[in-house]
């Protein structure tokens, strides 16, 4: 009888370390999954201001788009108004080709 109450007292005994490390092993796993919970939630803050960077960014890029269309429709308008403008320059330098050579002719009658 009294080997069998030393078993039973080494049974409960064994029995109540193991509950101990059970009890020790969900207070760690429940720490764990604490941090990891933390965790994630750092990471999606962190995603969603890389989100709103990225979103920021894209608007920041259309802007630039938006100007360089506007150069280059203003380049464009420029170059057609270049043209304009040298075509006139020399529909005048002809005209005042002309004026001057009718002008010769105006001086060279009344020489004569």
Avoid: P, W, Y
Avoid at 12 to 19: F, G, M, P, Q, R
Avoid at 32 to 44: D, P, Q
Avoid at 78 to 90: D, F, G, H, I, K
């Amino acid at each position: 009888m009294a080997d069998s109450a030393k078993q039973i007292k080494t049974l409960i005994n064994d029995s109540v370390a193991k509950v101990e490390n059970g009890s020790r092993l969900v207070n760690e796993s429940g720490e764990a999954l604490r941090m990891i919970n933390e965790s994630v939630k750092k990471v999606s803050e962190i995603v969603a201001e890389i989100s709103e960077s990225c979103q920021e960014q894209a608007n920041g890029i259309e802007q630039i788009n938006q100007a360089v269309a506007q150069i280059d429709e203003t380049t464009q308008q420029n170059a057609a108004l270049v043209e304009e403008s040298t075509a006139a320059s020399e529909a005048m330098t002809q005209k005042v080709k002309l004026l001057t050579g009718l002008a010769h002719q105006f001086k060279q009658e009344d020489a004569n």
